[in-house]
Each structure stands twice: as structure tokens, then as C-alpha cells.
T-cell receptor, first 112, second 114 residues
Framework: GENVEQHPSTLSVQEGDSAVIKCTYSDSASNYFPWYKQELGKRPQLIIDIRSNVGEKKDQRIAVTLNKTAKHFSLHITETQPEDSAVYFCAASRSNDYKLSFGAGTTVTVRA | DAGITQSPRHKVTETGTPVTLRCHQTENHRYMYWYRQDPGHGLRLIHYSYGVKDTDKGEVSDGYSVSRSKTEDFLLTLESATSSQTSVYFC?????????????FGPGTRLTVL
């Protein structure tokens, strides 16, 4: 089955700086890659996703990039703010499979 | 919140007792999932359902069973709870939107097995 690895496990950034989280996947047939944000004590929330026919997608201060050849994808947060502090999870799945495989998560702390 | 509720939200139980967690959705989604979340492991799939009475195992299904007798309810049962099953359990549904396989999560159930 699919194996998703996520790095780093923790990330501390100064407010206003950028944060980058990287994930690799093992199944070359995977073509859907969502990112979730989970605040303390809350449910994971879908914040952005990308499909394999797209190399990059942006939504305000967040962007995702995908390199299918290398089987890795990344989340970029620019101009970080205190409310960006959370745990972020990447995931991967195939189009004909409704199951997601998740990375272990990255705890992002934005220092004021 | 995609109309997903979970009950109970918190439960403390003793080793060896049976426990049932309920996930309820109001929007008739076909796919439903149970995950557990533990530090350092992210979200791991326990079981999922693709319709009434249609269920399948995930990666950490040992010690768990599920049932889905109605579209709106997906039950997770721990037949004999163990301390290793202390975790936060999330239910999710899958919605076909602009990109498919979009999963949305319920509020979670914190289970402590003493």
C-alpha cells in the first residue's frame, strides 16, 4: 500500500517568515494530494489539495507543489502569522480509491 | 462541518469492557471512515464503509469491528478494550467535489482505557 513520509516533524518560524513542509509518497499511481491543518483539540481541516495533472496550486498565503517524477509534494506558507500555528498533515490517494494515506504530521509554531 | 457528529465526545472505560463509538452524518454520503490519531503516527485508518452493510478493513483494524445498518450511522466497536486503544478517534466522510476524495472529519472522540 501507499506509504507517505512527512518532514520535518516540528518546525518553528518567526512571524512573517515562510514555512515549508515536504512529503514523499511511494505509490506512483497516487494522483490526489490533500493537506490538512489541525489546531489543538480540533478536527483536521482540509486547507488545500492538488491533483497530479497540476504542478502547483496557490490559495492566498498557502501553496502546494507536486513533483510526480520524484514522488514528492510540498506545502508552502508565506508571511506566517500566529494563527498558522498548528499540526499539518499531508496525504495521498489514487483516483479510484477513496482511502487516504496520511503522513505523521508537522507541528508548526509561529513565534511572535 | 459537513454535518458529521460523533458520540460520545469523551469516554473513560476499563480494560476488557466493550465500547461503541457512533458517527452520524446528515448528508447521505456513501463513504465513511474511522481513524485513530496518536502522537507520532498521524491519522491511521481503522475501517471504512462504502455503503450500507459494505465495510472493509484499514491498516490498523485488529481489535475493532464496525457496522453500518443505515446510511447515516457508522459504528465502531472495541469488543474488549485494551490500554493500547487509548486514542482520539475521528470519523470522516468522503465528498465528491471539484476534486474527488475530499474527506471531512467529525469532531473526534477521546477514549481513555484504564
Amino acid at each position: 500500500g501507499e506509504n507517505v513520509e512527512q518532514h520535518p516533524s516540528t518546525l518553528s518560524v518567526q512571524e512573517g517568515d515562510s514555512a515549508v513542509i515536504k512529503c514523499t509518497y511511494s505509490d506512483s499511481a497516487s494522483n490526489y494530494f490533500p493537506w490538512y491543518k489541525q489546531e489543538l483539540g480540533k478536527r483536521p481541516q482540509l486547507i488545500i489539495d492538488i491533483r497530479s495533472n497540476v504542478g502547483e496550486k496557490k490559495d492566498q498565503r498557502i501553496a502546494v507543489t507536486l513533483n510526480k517524477t520524484a514522488k514528492h509534494f510540498s506545502l508552502h506558507i508565506t508571511e506566517t502569522q500566529p494563527e498558522d500555528s498548528a499540526v499539518y498533515f499531508c496525504a495521498a490517494s489514487r483516483s479510484n480509491d477513496y482511502k487516504l494515506s496520511f503522513g505523521a504530521g508537522t507541528t508548526v509554531t509561529v513565534r511572535a | 462541518d459537513a454535518g458529521i457528529t460523533q458520540s460520545p465526545r469523551h469516554k473513560v472505560t476499563e480494560t476488557g469492557t466493550p465500547v461503541t463509538l457512533r458517527c452520524h452524518q446528515t448528508e447521505n454520503h456513501r463513504y465513511m471512515y474511522w481513524y485513530r490519531q496518536d502522537p507520532g503516527h498521524g491519522l491511521r485508518l481503522i475501517h471504512y464503509s462504502y455503503g450500507v452493510k459494505d465495510t472493509d478493513k484499514g491498516e490498523v483494524s485488529d481489535g475493532y469491528s464496525v457496522s453500518r445498518s443505515k446510511t447515516e450511522d457508522f459504528l465502531l466497536t472495541l469488543e474488549s478494550a485494551t490500554s493500547s486503544q487509548t486514542s482520539v478517534y475521528f470519523c470522516a466522510i468522503s465528498v465528491r467535489g471539484q476534486t474527488y476524495n475530499e474527506q471531512f472529519f467529525g469532531p473526534g472522540t477521546r477514549l481513555t482505557v484504564l
